[in-house]
T-cell receptor
Framework: DTEVTQTPKHLVMGMTNKKSLKCEQH?????MYWYKQKAKKPPELMFV???????INESVPSRFSPECPNSSLLNLHLHALQPEDSALYLC????????????FGQGTRLTVV | KNEVEQSPQNLTAQEGEFITINCSYS?????LHWLQQHPGGGIVSLFM???GKKKHGRLIATINIQEKHSSLHITASHPRDSAVYIC?????????????????FGKGTLLTVNP
């Protein structure tokens, strides 16, 4: 199984809503990542988890809150988002933070209204 | 100047044509990815290279570490190959404390293959 599964595929939320994005992998990878991708731009790294601990936060606003409940799951909790936060949110995993090969999920298309 | 440069930015081909997309980078790397993204879709990893050449079906990827250059070739192109192809590099171990925990992406090449 070389899949990274993200749910939901699409999400529309209001600026006062609280929602969560989920990511799951069963490859035994110990590094998991959240990326944000705006239209026609390359992905931008948001967070890196290594062995279930947050190791990198790329100066992401606190309205995005990551969580890694166990080695297979990664969540991104969303609260009080702005319309400019509308984007494709991609999850990825790799065997370790310094190991090169990353596997990406299909993404969650988020629209904030 | 971006650390990862791709060319061309846009490429239109007729079905059956041989396609080449180029990637040049300016930093020391431990590996280079070629990724594929269909419009509105997620990212699929096509190849990870640290040296030489890899082939998978109609796709071939090569890398020249000395020249800091990689190419992605598609033989007998098909309309379903239409997508954005992204080159991404992972910095080398010597960059620890810098940015070697993340991928640095090129801006992508939009490929359109017409029937």
């Amino acid at each position: 199984d070389t899949e990274v599964t993200q749910t939901p595929k699409h999400l529309v939320m209001g600026m006062t809503n609280k929602k969560s994005l989920k990511c799951e992998q069963h490859m035994g990878h110990r590094a998991m990542y959240w990326y944000k991708q705006k239209a026609k731009k390359p992905p931008e790294l948001m967070f890196v988890y290594s062995y279930e601990k947050l190791s990198i936060n790329e100066s992401v606003p606190s309205r995005f809150s990551p969580e890694c409940p166990n080695s297979s799951l990664l969540n991104l909790h969303l609260h009080a988002l702005q319309p400019e936060d509308s984007a494709l949110y991609l999850c990825a995993s790799s065997q370790g933070v310094l190991r090169a090969e990353a596997f990406f999920g299909q993404g969650t298309r988020l629209t904030v209204v | 100047k971006n650390e990862v440069e791709q060319s061309p930015q846009n490429l239109t081909a007729q079905e059956g044509e041989f396609i080449t997309i180029n990637c040049s980078y300016s930093v020391g790397i431990s590996a280079l990815h070629w990724l594929q993204q269909h419009p509105g879709g997620g990212i699929v990893s096509l190849f990870m290279l640290s040296s030489g050449k890899k082939k998978h079906g109609r796709l071939i990827a090569t890398i020249n570490i000395q020249e800091k250059h990689s190419s992605l070739h598609i033989t007998a192109s098909h309309p379903r190959d239409s997508a954005v192809y992204i080159c991404a590099v992972k910095r080398g171990a010597g960059d620890y404390g810098g940015s070697n925990y993340k991928l640095t992406f090129g801006k992508g090449t939009l490929l359109t293959v017409n029937p």
